[in-house]
């Protein structure tokens, strides 16, 4: 039986092109700056977004981590938005490791933060609070369903930081999605952000890594937080080659992905007992609920059917599509939920 694995897109298997680029990589020990594939995809990253430099880490919460830490000392305080991936799924990293007081504002329904919501988060010069020092975003919004920020809503949010002074850092962990599905370059959505990161290992299909991208002299700080988190990598060309391989082939074909997200999304609206507005299917997260049914019922029988997806609590569930997923396989899932939702 073939799994259709719709968990999410952190499942992807790397390329034939990739795996041979990582058996022929070119390496050195990073950590003392020798490795060529490293300093290629370093390069290739800040370029791409529009940034001065970048640092290869191994996941993006090590780099969502190592870039609080560069922003912020213990004791200061970041904005970001009541949904962010940061607050939900990071273990609390910034605050236990880093000493950083979060303060929430609402995440609207596709991720973006009210500036006037912002604006009234910054602390004011006093002796009882902590300062603000950082006002984050998300790009495109895991828990908001993959809903996409424009350029517009960055600048607004920029705006605002820029006359407090405060930089603005960005969790695009899929901000190429977001590029591809508002069909405009990724610097449109970078350019007014003071430092950013993004995967490699999403739906650009890399086994490993992500990159963090800014100032060369943010980056020179961040490498130093890297090292000691534990991120000082060895011969990490061997990852990079597979990094390079998905920048260079697997950005355009993101659009296929966001396709059979809304295929998905459309045929689970026919369902009856299921509830989902295809409409708010931007990109390649599709959230939906169920109704009149055992949520864990549902789920168990789907994966007995060989079609996985992921909890969000309660009544609701998200299928990712990726690299890996095509169109016979969403129609497949559909016609295994439709079995299932009968059977129940």
């Given at each position: ?306 079609v996985k997806m992921s909890s969000r609590g309660g009544n609701r569930f998200r299928m990712v599509t990726h690299y890996g997923i095509e ?18």
């Amino acid at each position: 039986m073939r799994v259709i694995d719709l968990r999410s897109d952190t499942v992807t298997w790397p390329t034939p092109a990739m795996r041979e680029a990582m058996y022929k990589a070119e390496v050195g020990d990073d950590v003392w700056g020798d490795d060529p594939t490293v300093k290629r995809l370093e390069s290739m990253a800040a370029e791409r977004v529009g940034k001065d430099a970048a640092l290869l880490t191994v996941s993006g919460t090590m780099s969502n981590l190592v870039a609080v830490l560069t922003h912020c000392q213990r004791g200061d305080e970041m904005i970001l938005g009541s949904e962010a991936h940061m607050f939900y799924y990071e273990v609390g990293s910034c605050s236990a490791l880093g000493g950083v007081h979060v303060h929430t504002v609402p995440n609207d329904a596709r991720g973006m933060l009210d500036p006037i919501d912002v604006e009234e988060a910054i602390r004011t010069a006093d002796i009882h609070f902590p300062p603000t020092r950082l006002i984050c975003l998300e790009n495109t919004h895991n828990r908001c369903g993959g809903a996409v920020l424009t350029p517009n809503d960055i600048a607004a949010i920029a705006e605002v930081a820029n006359r407090h002074q405060i930089p603005i850092y960005l969790d695009g962990a899929r901000i190429f999605n977001a590029a591809v599905y508002l069909g405009i370059d990724v610097r449109e959505l970078t350019r007014h952000v003071t430092t950013l990161s993004f995967c490699l290992s999403k739906g650009l299909s890399a086994p490993i890594g992500s990159l963090v991208c800014g100032s060369d002299e943010f980056i020179a700080r961040a490498r130093k937080n890297r090292k000691m988190v534990g991120g000082g990598m060895r011969q990490a060309g061997i990852i990079a080659a597979a990094g390079i391989v998905a920048l260079e082939t697997m950005v355009e074909r993101l659009a296929d992905d966001h396709t059979n997200a809304r295929l998905l999304a459309q045929g689970l609206s026919g369902i009856p007992g299921l509830i989902i507005d295809p409409a708010s299917v931007q990109t390649n997260i599709v959230m939906f609920a169920v109704e009149g049914i055992d949520p864990v019922d549902f789920q168990r029988q789907l994966e007995e059917q060989g079609v996985k997806m992921s909890s969000r609590g309660g009544n609701r569930f998200r299928m990712v599509t990726h690299y890996g997923i095509e169109r016979q396989d969403i129609e497949q899932a559909l016609e295994m939920v439709r079995q299932v939702m009968k059977s129940l």
